[in-house]
């Protein structure tokens, strides 16, 4: 390990330097995520999670297998975007209130759309209320 500041050449997991005391970087930093099945980027695949609704959610849930951060979104985007598609087709028929609630639903799914793909592309593990928490549940295998 050599000091970034003075050049000393110190043990290798030294977190200091012991010529200047200034703080060494670890020589292999840990990447906060091992990769994708997919061998994309988390933060590609997570985006990717939403742009087809819950449809592309479902095929990541299916194909990703390494990432959490991936899964959560797949998993998020499924019970968001299904959930929002199941309400507003059991309200459909209702005369008025399903033409109403459908406008709003719509709304509110192209809102949720744009922002949790922005979330997901910054690397943000973005949680809606009560939605995300069970994602989280999902995407680490345990149910309920
Ligand atoms: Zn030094």
Request: with cysteine; net charge positive.
């Amino acid at each position: 390990m050599i000091c970034p500041d003075c050049g000393f050449r110190n043990a290798e997991d030294a977190n200091f330097c012991q010529n200047c005391g200034g703080p060494l970087s670890p020589t292999t930093p840990q990447a906060k995520e091992t990769g994708t099945s997919t061998r994309l980027q988390s933060n590609i695949a997570g985006l990717l999670c939403y742009v087809l609704g819950w449809v592309s959610g479902l095929v990541f849930v299916l194909i990703e297998r390494k990432s959490q951060f991936v899964r959560f979104h797949a998993w998020q985007s499924i019970i968001t975007f299904g959930g929002l598609t199941i309400i507003s087709s059991i309200l459909e028929p209702i005369p008025f209130i399903g033409g109403v609630t459908g406008l709003l639903i719509g709304l509110l799914s192209l809102v949720l759309w744009i922002i949790l793909m922005i979330r997901a592309y910054q690397d943000k593990s973005y949680k809606l209320p009560i939605v995300g928490d069970w994602a989280e549940r999902l995407a680490r295998g345990k149910l309920g």
